[in-house]
């Protein structure tokens, strides 16, 4: 559900409202079956989610709409504060890999 519309920014307590749970609890399964906190997760799959965007040659401003945000500013800012780098330099980085690899 979150996979195929991240953009709708499902809380943790709508999905334990969804699956008739207390939040508590699907926090403690969440983070047993993971090893990370739903947010930590959330946060993962849209990166994962923005890095193919990014290589299909997405602009940061539709990634960022399709993935939530009210800005590409905020985008950019958590993307910097996960990875160190903007997606610009990010994509830049992956194509010069990518480009070694092959030999060019």
Known sequence: MIIKAPHEKRSLAYLANHFGMSER????????????????WKN?????????ALL??????????????????????????TLGVTPKVFLKNQLQSILKKNGN
């Open 25 to 40: 609890t699907l926090s403690r399964l969440f983070k047993k079956e993971t090893g990370m906190t739903y947010s930590q």
């Open 44 to 52: 993962r799959l849209y990166l994962m989610l923005s890095f193919r």
């Open 56 to 81: 299909e040659g997405t602009s940061v401003t539709n990634i960022a709409y399709d993935l939530g945000y009210e800005t590409s500013s905020s985008f950019i800012y958590q993307f910097k504060k």
